[in-house]
């Protein structure tokens, strides 16, 4: 079954300094990887996304993913943190079929001034 | 509207009583999705529909409850006799027909934070 892992319950990041956010996922197949970003009573914001192609790819507000095939892996950067990203990330993989998100347990972002 | 929208927005109930929660999918979404958000699970897929059919109800936690879809466009989600366990965010999400890559994005709504006493 497919699974997706995000290490890191919390990080605390300086504004202005560079952000990665880990994300490792199991799937069979060739799998559909997002980034989500959900703001404090807010719902989910899709940050990236990637299907297939350049394995490096960009997404709103600065943020980048990086597909590693052989690391099962899809973290997220920034290279530089502003205030206003502090907020709960999660990445998720989509099955094929009924496409379906199964998402991580997600990160939440401290940003210190 | 543009966007996904869910009502209401937080509900309160006592533990036993049925409640009703209400996704209003982006226009000509054909795809409708229910998730649950809660603290010591996450967020879990519940639902999803096609259409008016919901060929996957796999995450659906127990027979309490249920969910349908009428005119391939709003949404009930329905808890029969609510358990402190069922207190969560519930959020719905809509896609719709497939892109170039064949997978749909998902947009997701507020959410409906449900708390049972």
């Known amino acids: 079954a497919q699974s997706v892992t995000q290490p890191d319950i919390h990080i605390t990041v300086s504004e202005g300094a560079s952000l990665e956010l880990r994300c490792n996922y199991s799937y069979g197949a060739t799998p559909y990887l997002f980034w989500y970003v959900q703001s404090p009573g807010q719902g989910l914001q899709l940050l990236l996304k990637y299907f297939s192609g350049d394995t490096l790819v960009q997404g709103i507000k600065g943020f980048e993913a990086e597909f590693k095939r052989s690391q099962s892996s899809f973290n997220l950067r920034k290279p530089s943190v502003h205030w206003s990203d502090a907020a709960e990330y999660f990445c998720?993989?989509?099955?094929?079929?009924?496409?379906?998100?199964?998402f991580g347990t997600g990160t939440r972002l401290l940003v210190s001034p | 509207g543009a966007g996904v929208s869910q009502s209401p927005s937080n509900k309160v109930t006592e533990k036993g009583k049925d409640v009703e929660l209400r996704c209003d999918p982006i226009s000509g979404h054909t795809a409708l999705y229910w998730y649950r958000q809660s603290l010591g699970q996450g967020l879990e897929f519940l639902i999803y529909?096609?259409?008016?059919?919901?060929?996957?109800k796999s995450g659906l936690p127990s027979d309490r409850f249920s969910a349908e879809r009428t005119g391939g466009s709003v949404s009930t989600l329905t808890i029969q006799r609510t358990q402190q366990e069922d207190s969560a965010v519930y959020l719905c999400a809509s896609s719709g027909t497939s892109g170039r890559a064949g997978y749909n994005e998902q947009f997701f709504g507020p959410g409906t934070r449900l708390t049972v006493l």
């Open positions: 529909f096609q259409g008016n059919s919901a060929p996957d």
């Open positions: 998720a993989v989509g099955t094929t079929g009924f496409q379906k998100l199964v």
